[in-house]
């Protein structure tokens, strides 16, 4: 009985692979089974959660230092699609001036992740959308910190 249900799952995991691999690039299925960036900042610069069209949710954290977003992270409650396209957004984004980092865009993700089916593309928008609103909360904070640090005159 043990040899006949292992026997089973091993089938029904080929299986799966094997449908995988014909939907999704090598590349996006690496950064599904493999994501980079994932969990969360402590005490980030700038965040965003943001729940998609499909129900899918994401947060993107980041870190600024000298302009730059020196680190990224994301988490998300989503498909492979999602955590794919919340590693490569986050990414891309890494170590990018601010200025850079909101030029990311659906299709630079898309291109990195070698396309994804039409019924996953707004998973690399959701991404980006994240990203975008990250930085919009650090922007956000950046404003309110300097506006109420004091002037000094001299």
Known sequence: MDDNFDALIAD????????ERRIYSERTLKEAYNPRNVGKLADPSGRARITGPCGDTMQIDIRVEAGRISDCKFITDGCGASIACGSVVTELAKG???EKALEVTEKDVLRV???L??????????????????????????????ASEPEISA
């Open 96 to 98: 990018e001036r601010i």
């Open 12 to 19: 029904i995991e080929r299986k799966k692979s094997e449908e």
């Open 113 to 115: 992740l070698g396309g």
């Open 117 to 146: 089916p039409a019924e996953n593309v707004h998973c690399a928008a959701l991404a980006v959308k994240t990203l975008r609103a990250a930085i919009g909360d650090y922007q956000c904070r950046s404003r309110n910190r300097s």
